[in-house]
């Protein structure tokens, strides 16, 4: 089973950029399909992005969708999390996830998490 590390939060500008990485330990990391999810205060933890183990295939939330970009390098072991045009309701805090079987969209797909990271966007 991987474990997850992720990297890159801090406070930006909207309208600025951010690349989050997770940085997954174990040599099966590209057997695993691998998400993106968020939580903001208050809130439930929701679904921004995932794509499958080879890369192919991936999917966003409309939310997201054409701002952020999910991509992975097996080699590296790390998926990433390329959002741009950031808006103040993009603050929260950003976990990976991975999944041994499909690149879900929903959180109880996943079950391995990492420790999150945290992004804040201001106006």
């Known amino acids: 089973q991987v474990q997850l590390v992720e990297s890159g939060g801090r406070l930006v500008q909207a309208g600025g950029s951010l690349r989050l990485s997770c940085a997954a330990s174990?040599?099966?990391?590209?057997?695993?399909?691998m998400g993106w999810f968020r939580q903001a205060p208050g809130k439930e933890r929701e679904f921004v992005a995932a794509?499958?183990?080879?890369?192919?295939?991936?999917a966003y939330s409309d939310s997201v969708k054409g701002r952020f970009t999910i991509s992975r390098d097996n080699a590296k072991n790390t998926v990433y999390l390329q959002m741009n045009s950031l808006k103040p309701e993009d603050t929260a805090v950003y976990y990976c996830?991975?999944?041994?079987?499909?690149?879900?969209?929903?959180?109880?797909?996943?079950?391995?998490w990492g420790q999150g990271t945290q992004v804040t966007v201001s106006s």
């Open positions: 174990g040599r099966t990391f590209s057997r695993y399909a």
């Open positions: 794509i499958n183990w080879s890369g192919a295939r991936t």
């Open positions: 996830a991975a999944s041994s079987s499909y690149y879900y969209t929903t959180t109880d797909g996943y079950n391995v």
